[in-house]
């Protein structure tokens, strides 16, 4: 007789192999950002308030800032920008670990929620808000930019799926820039994990 594998719980259920020499097994699968709310109570939401910016040729507003403090790695999984009414594009920009301007230093707090709601793991970093008044990132690398639509109820989404990582003392910044003299509406939302 072969070798033998055997379910260690004690049913002695042995495991079957087909006729092409495989073994079957069924397997679960999900997302790590699922795996770490369900079972470690370690994904977190950050929400924004519902801001109004007023564009001005050339200048930023900041939307919303995240930076890492715990020594697990924090793992981006998606932003999602909602715009209400647009009359032109709005220039988004994702910046890689600023650490200078009036968004980072006026320190507005987001929303931040642990996505488990029976979890009672703290978030361990920091989260800020823009307010619509010009807050500003003055350094940090660009690591994205796109384009916000025209008309309502626009959304851009940017899906990493925990492919940007923010180690410790690591950040990241949107901000956005409407055409000058245009004023519109917007929301963000950062998913993230910590593993």
């Known amino acids: 007789m072969g070798f033998q594998i055997q379910d260690g719980t004690g ?5 079957k192999v087909t006729n092409l020499n495989r073994i079957l097994v069924d397997s679960i699968t999900e997302e790590r950002a699922v795996y770490n709310s369900v079972e470690v109570g370690n994904t977190f939401v950050i929400t924004t308030d519902y801001l109004s910016f007023t564009g001005v040729t050339g200048q930023d507003d900041g939307v919303i800032y995240v930076k890492n403090n715990s020594d697990k790695k924090m793992l981006i999984h998606h932003i999602k920008l909602w715009s209400g009414t647009a009359s032109q594009f709005t220039k988004i920009t994702i910046y890689k670990n600023p650490t200078t301007g009036t968004l980072i ?79 519109f509406n917007l929301t963000c939302e950062v998913e993230l994990y910590f593993e």
């Open 11 to 15: 049913t002695s259920l042995k495991a």
């Open 105 to 183: 230093s006026g320190a507005n707090a987001a929303d931040v929620q642990n996505i488990n709601f029976g979890s009672s793991n703290d978030f361990e970093g920091l989260a800020y808000q823009g307010d619509g008044t010009n807050l500003t990132i003055t350094n940090g690398s660009v690591l994205g930019r796109h384009y916000l639509g025209v008309g309502n109820q626009q959304m851009l989404m940017f899906m990493w799926n925990g492919a940007v990582a923010l180690e410790k003392g690591n950040s990241l910044a949107v901000v956005c820039q409407a055409p000058n003299g245009v004023t």
